[in-house]
C-alpha cells in the first residue's frame, strides 16, 4: 500500500521559510517520480515541483523556480520542498504525490493528506 507522511506546514510571514518534509512507503523509491502540487480551496490543482526517478532530474513551475528546491533522500525515503521567500499566493494545501510513470504533479495517481502553508502578509 503507498502511503505518505507530509508535514512541516505552518504559519510564515511573507519573506520566510518553511520546508516540508513527506516520508513515503509501500513503493520502491528510487523508480518512482515524486512531487508535490498544492491546492487551494475552490480552485485547481497547481503542479509545484518534482524529483524524477532514477536521477532523473527536477522540475518547477514557473511561479515558484528561484525559491523552492525540491530534493530526495533515499535512505530515508524521504522527499523535501525547501521554500524560501514565501509569498501570499503561496498559500495552499501541499499535497506530497508520486507515481511510477507520469512526471507532472497533478497527473500522479498517489499522493498523501495534504499540509497546509498559510503565508500572511
Known amino acids: 500500500e503507498v502511503q505518505f507522511a507530509e508535514s512541516g506546514g505552518g504559519l510564515v510571514e511573507v519573506g520566510g521559510s518553511l520546508r516540508l518534509s513527506c516520508v513515503v512507503s509501500?513503493?520502491?523509491?528510487?523508480?518512482?517520480?515524486i512531487g508535490w502540487f498544492r491546492q487551494v480551496p475552490g480552485k485547481e490543482r497547481e503542479g509545484v515541483s518534482c524529483t524524477g526517478r532514477r536521477d532523473g532530474g527536477t522540475w518547477y513551475d514557473d511561479s515558484v523556480r528561484g525559491r523552492f528546491t525540491v530534493s530526495r533522500d533515499a535512505a530515508k525515503n524521504t522527499v523535501y520542498l525547501q521554500m524560501n521567500s514565501l509569498k501570499a499566493e503561496d498559500t495552499a494545501v501541499y499535497y506530497c504525490?508520486?507515481?511510477?510513470?507520469?512526471?507532472?504533479?497533478?497527473?500522479?495517481?498517489?499522493w498523501g493528506k495534504g499540509t497546509l502553508v498559510t503565508v500572511s502578509s
Open positions: 509501500g513503493f520502491s523509491f528510487d523508480d518512482w517520480n
Open positions: 504525490a508520486a507515481d511510477p510513470q507520469y512526471s507532472d504533479p497533478i497527473n500522479m495517481d498517489y
